[in-house]
């Protein structure tokens, strides 16, 4: 039940850069869409989401946007940072306790 | 993490024997929930509670079973541990499923099964 796909699976980014991770999804009945952050060693944490009724949300360097004609949202980590550097999680909601997290995608930052 | 907490942190435990791990949780949250985490893999749901003895099983619940008799506890229980249960496990909490305020994750029990 491949209802959320995460791109891309890893990246790699300069200090000063921007990171770009999409998750495109099936389910039109989402509602909620968070993007997580895990830092090694650590459980996810929430970092922002956003409701449908919205296109843009922004929380300092992280803003997320979303396309819901395309059913897509995408996290957009501006001015990255060494101390960015994680495994972000989308996992939009809807009334499907069961939906699994998925792989999630890896950022690197390099100094 | 603020208000929810695993135990034991770190377990080794021999083939075939049962191993129990416990989440408790102080923000009262109706929804609890256990992930295992695998490289390549991400966070895949075992077992997730709705209430005091209401429980329902996720998408890898093949070898555990869960128990929930207060709202404060969770705990996740390998029957008889395989090696392909060694893995990080994941305790989970949340406002009304996660549609308010998302989930909020303990630190995790990283478990080895020899």
């Known amino acids: 039940q491949q209802q959320v796909k995460q791109s891309p699976q890893s990246l790699i980014v300069q200090k000063g850069g921007i990171s770009i991770i999409n998750c495109a999804y099936e389910?039109?009945?989402?509602?909620?869409f968070p993007w997580y952050q895990q830092f090694p060693g650590k459980g996810p944490a929430l970092l922002i989401a956003i409701r449908p009724d919205v296109s843009e949300k922004k929380e300092g360097r992280f803003t997320i946007s979303f396309n819901k004609s395309a059913k897509q949202f995408s996290l957009h980590i501006m001015d990255s940072q060494p101390g960015d550097s994680a495994t972000y999680f989308c996992r939009p909601w809807a009334n499907d306790y069961k939906l699994s997290f998925g792989a999630g995608t890896t950022v690197t930052v390099r100094a | 993490d603020a208000g929810i907490t695993q135990s034991p942190r770190h377990k080794v435990t021999e083939t075939g024997t049962p191993v129990t791990l416990r989440c408790h949780q102080t923000?009262?949250?109706?929804?609890m929930y256990w992930y295992r985490q695998d490289p390549g893999h991400g966070l895949r749901l075992i077992h997730y509670?709705?209430?005091?003895?209401?429980?329902d099983k996720g998408e890898v619940s093949d070898g555990y079973s869960v128990s929930r008799s207060k709202t404060e506890d969770f705990l996740l229980t390998l029957e008889s541990a395989t090696s392909s249960q060694t893995s990080v496990y994941f305790c989970?909490?949340?406002?009304?499923?996660?549609?308010?305020?998302?989930?909020?994750f303990g630190s995790g029990t990283r478990l080895t099964v020899v």
């Open positions: 989970a909490i949340s406002e009304e499923g996660g549609a308010i305020g998302g989930y909020t």
């Open positions: 923000e009262n949250h109706r929804y």
């Open positions: 509670s709705y209430g005091v003895k209401d429980t």
């Open positions: 389910n039109t009945a989402f509602d909620y």
